[in-house]
């Protein structure tokens, strides 16, 4: 009997990468918007779903590696930056994406921001901010602006929210960019230049909560949004541009941010590896060969 396994067919258009699996987002999330430009990212890259990781942590826009062909990993919530950072080092060849909420990645997940940032293993890291907890029915999330009024701010958020742009810039973040769920064609450039940037790439998707924020999300952005490729004189390369982008109020700019081709983590885990061969210590993969029965 023939027990080889057959690789399945590689998807050949980017409703084929969508796993048929239906969301259970509330009709009009941003999210949908988001799913739609991964599925045409995944085919514009020519994806196999075979070496492609998503990773997630908790909440709505967590739920995406459900609905998309590839191996899919829902993490714990705020967990996503290590587990997908260990994938990556473990198995080099896989392309590995981490994606979820604002929630997720800047509450009980800033930790890791930070390190993910300045160590820059090649991942690319999607935020869907929609600027409170969706999965949790409305509360305050750490982007939040001032004066909010959620179901734990009811007379308006008297803190000041974290500036993930500036944050991810101050940290080291090579590729830093920002898109907007309403527009896809947009969201797929940025995302393709995300992922093919060597190094760890963050990006922040707009992705409204129609439900706890409001159906007029799209509309406030979208009357809000400058496109960065069409601002005359703008440099990704230049990080004092990219820190004035940062801190812009009345205007919202999309784009690729900043770029730089820092050094990528595997550079500095060579060069160690280089200098302990030097000094005769065994390699890894020797010293287990060598306890294996
Ligand atoms: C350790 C832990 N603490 C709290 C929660 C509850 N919880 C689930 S999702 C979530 C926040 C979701 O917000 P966000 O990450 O912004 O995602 P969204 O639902 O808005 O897409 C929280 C607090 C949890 N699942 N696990
Ligand atoms: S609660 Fe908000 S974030 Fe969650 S699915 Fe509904 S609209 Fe989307």
Redesign the pocket.
Known sequence: MDTTVQAAPKPSTPSEYKSGLKP???P????FGVLNALSQVYHRLEFDPMNTMLFSGI???SRIPGYLKGYGFNGVHGRVLPIATGAKLANPELTVIAAG?DGDGFSIGTGHFPHTCRRNVDITYIV?D?N?Y??T??QLSPTSPGQMVTTTSSYGSIENPINPIGLAIGCGASFVARSFAGDIKHMVDVICQGIEHKGFSFIQIL???????GKDQFGIIKNQVRYLNEVEGYDPTDRSHAFQVADETGQISLGVIFQHPFPEYRHGTEIVRQRLIKRGVPEMKDLIAKFRP
């Open positions: 259970v987002w509330c009009g999330c941003g999210d909440g709505c826009s909420g869907m929609n409170i969706g999965l029915k409305g992705s409204p909560c129609v439900t706890f924020v």
